[in-house]
């Protein structure tokens, strides 16, 4: 579907389930029709390695992480660039929207997440309490924040305060990524095996 020139860290399907994003090493991002397979778009802004890209809700836009220390929002169709936070200061893993659209929640390996405006890039919230890197946040659709972190926990924050909710604890290594089912709204970690 994609093919790009390294390695591939993120591939996330637009809201209407017919396009497909990607980002990776070689530092683009791609965005390809699901349907017929061609290639609408190339995206390279990023000086190093795309970490995370996702859709906003109403698929007309894609943030991006990057461990350029930035995250940038683009606009889906002409792949313009359309604003960058660069508050991070450190490598920036995961990045997804709040379900408004108009907010982005960003982490990685300064321990925070990191919740700011998409007209300005101001930051609005900082969400601290990690032990180590953040690699992958997810938002729920009322705005509660998913974290996987290299302290081998997972975590859910209520986003609209930055409150902690719970920890999902035991793994015996980095959790790298998470996802909920928005429909029970149980949650599964996926860690690693390197025992």
């Known amino acids: 579907m994609v093919r790009t020139k390294d390695a591939v860290f993120s591939v996330a399907l637009s ?3 017919r396009l497909v994003a990607a980002g990776g090493a070689d530092r683009v991002v791609y965005e390809v029709e699901i349907a017929t397979g061609e290639e609408l778009l190339q995206i ?3 000086a190093d390695w795309v970490m995370d890209v996702n859709w906003s809700p109403n698929g007309r836009q894609l943030v991006t992480a990057s461990r350029d220390k930035t995250s940038k929002v683009f606009d889906a169709a002409s792949g313009n660039s359309l604003i960058t936070f660069n508050g991070h200061g450190n490598a920036v893993y995961s990045a997804a929207f709040l379900s408004s659209g108009k907010g982005i929640v960003s982490a990685g390996s300064d321990r925070n997440a ?3 405006n998409t007209a300005d890039a101001k930051e609005i919230r900082r969400i601290g309490g990690f032990g180590s890197d953040i690699f992958r946040v997810t938002v729920t659709a009322d705005d509660h924040l998913l974290t996987a972190c290299a302290d081998r926990n997972a975590r859910e924050h209520n986003l609209s305060d930055g409150k902690p909710i ?4 035991g793994h015996k290594d ?3 990524t998470l996802c909920f089912n928005a ?3 149980t949650h599964l970690t996926l860690p690693t095996n390197r025992e």
């Open 15 to 17: 809201p209407d389930g």
């Open 44 to 46: 390279e802004d990023h």
């Open 114 to 116: 990191r919740v700011w």
């Open 166 to 169: 719970r920890t999902f604890s």
């Open 174 to 176: 980095w959790v790298y």
């Open 183 to 185: 429909v029970s709204y």
